[in-house]
Structure formats: structure tokens, C-alpha cells
């Protein structure tokens, strides 16, 4: 019964809880890190953060082929509809609701959110889990650093993803910051190195969260799994 994550490459992440597959951000489909197909990653639920193409990605064709529940922002999940899917759920920021896996309440998040045929997205959400097995989960998803992170971490959070790629998100520096505000038992860095573009050296970020936080840094390949609790 036990919560945990893989990383599937960029901002894709699988969570595994209590039988449920709970998969974020599905890029897959021409990210070049991609640790799996979209034709064979396992979904029950799919959360989307926001609008662009490296969240969006495959959500409508691995939604088809397993008839997930597609959840997301209200603007982001009529136009889901719009695309042809029944099974999805429309939210917004400050709220929650209860899933087969648990909770999932959107916080705040600083960034864009058009879709990628250009139209408005609504806001981009961060994702916050609260599983069944007592796991907490913050999924940052693509954000500039802000200081109601540390309300956030109120909650106590056993992982805490966070972009750390810069230029279009928080680099290292204020990722940092977050680990301070958000104060996260452990915490994985996504976001980069799929593009030279936001190309980071993760190891030497992990040694300063190591050094400067009580939280446990967790760098991933493409692929693998770290366990929540
Ligand atoms: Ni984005
Ligand atoms: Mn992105």
C-alpha cells in the first residue's frame, strides 16, 4: 500500500499508490528523455499542471487507450472535452477533491498555461496529493518561486518535485529557497536537462540542499523510482 514515484523524464512523473496509477504531466511523445512510451505507461488518472505542450503532451491519446480520468484546471478540461474525452474532472487553485486515490487540491503557480493549438489555458497549477496511505505529495510543476510555498508546506510534505531547469521555471538558487520554505522530508528535481536550454548540474544542487536543508535530495534517471514514506 505504500506511495511511490517514477520519474518518466522532463516533467512526466508516475505516482503508485494504493493500486492506483497516477500519472502527471504526460510528455512523452518527442521528449528525448522519455523513459517510456506513451502506447505503454499504465494510467488510472491523469493530472495535467497546465496548458503548454511539455504537460499536455500525450494526456488525449494515453486517456483513449486507458480511459483514465483526466483531471485539470476547468478551462484546460473543457477543451479536453473539446478533444473528445468524457472522463474529466475540472478544478482551480485553492481547490480540492476527493479521488479513488485520495485527495488533489491546485495551488498557485507562476507561469503561463495557453494550450497548444492557442487556446487560453486558464492558470497554471501546482498539484498537491494527499494519498490514502497517509503519503503527501507537492508537485510544484513549472513555477517561479513564491512565498506562499511555506503555507503550502503547512501540511507537511513527504516529496516535493520541483523544476529546477531555470529560464522557464525556478533555477537551482530559488529551488533551493523552496526546499527551505516548503521544508519537505525528501525532494526530487525535474525540469531539466531535457534541452540544453535548461541543462543543470543536479548532483552539485543536491550537495546544497544536503548542506543547507533537513530535506533528502533524490536524483533520478529517467525511469527509476523513489519511494514516498
Ligand atoms: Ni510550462
Ligand atoms: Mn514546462
Known amino acids: 500500500m505504500s506511495t511511490r514515484v517514477r520519474w518518466l523524464g522532463h516533467a512526466c512523473v508516475l505516482v503508485e499508490s494504493d493500486g492506483n496509477n497516477i500519472l502527471m504531466d504526460p510528455f512523452l511523445t518527442g521528449n528525448p528523455k522519455a523513459a517510456v512510451k506513451a502506447s505503454e505507461v499504465p494510467a488510472d488518472f491523469i493530472l495535467i499542471s497546465h496548458g503548454h505542450g511539455d504537460h499536455v503532451g500525450d494526456a488525449i491519446d494515453i486517456a483513449k487507450r486507458t480511459g483514465a480520468t483526466v483531471v485539470a484546471n476547468y478551462e484546460i478540461s473543457e477543451w479536453l472535452k473539446a478533444q473528445g474525452l468524457e472522463k474529466v474532472h475540472g478544478m482551480q487553485h485553492g ?4 479521488f479513488d486515490f485520495g485527495r488533489l487540491k491546485l495551488t498557485l503557480a507562476f507561469h503561463g498555461s495557453v494550450l497548444p493549438d492557442g487556446t487560453y489555458g486558464g492558470n497554471p497549477a501546482g498539484l498537491h496529493l494527499f494519498l490514502k496511505d497517509g503519503a503527501k505529495i507537492y508537485n510544484a510543476a513549472d513555477t517561479g518561486l513564491f512565498g506562499d510555498m511555506k503555507l503550502i508546506g ?3 510534505i513527504d ?3 520541483l523544476p529546477i531547469g531555470d529560464n522557464y521555471t525556478m533555477g537551482p538558487d530559488d529551488a533551493l529557497r523552496a526546499v527551505k520554505l516548503l521544508q519537505p522530508k525528501k525532494v526530487l528535481p525535474i525540469h531539466y536537462d531535457t534541452w540544453d536550454l535548461i541543462a543543470q548540474n543536479a ?5 546544497c540542499v ?3 536543508t533537513a530535506a533528502l535530495p533524490v536524483i533520478l534517471q529517467p525511469g527509476e523510482w523513489v519511494t514516498v514514506k
Do not use: C, Q, S
Open 95 to 98: 481547490g480540492g477533491f476527493g
Open 154 to 156: 503547512e501540511a507537511g
Open 159 to 161: 516529496l516535493a518535485i
Open 203 to 207: 548532483a552539485a544542487w543536491a550537495e
Open 210 to 212: 544536503k548542506t543547507e
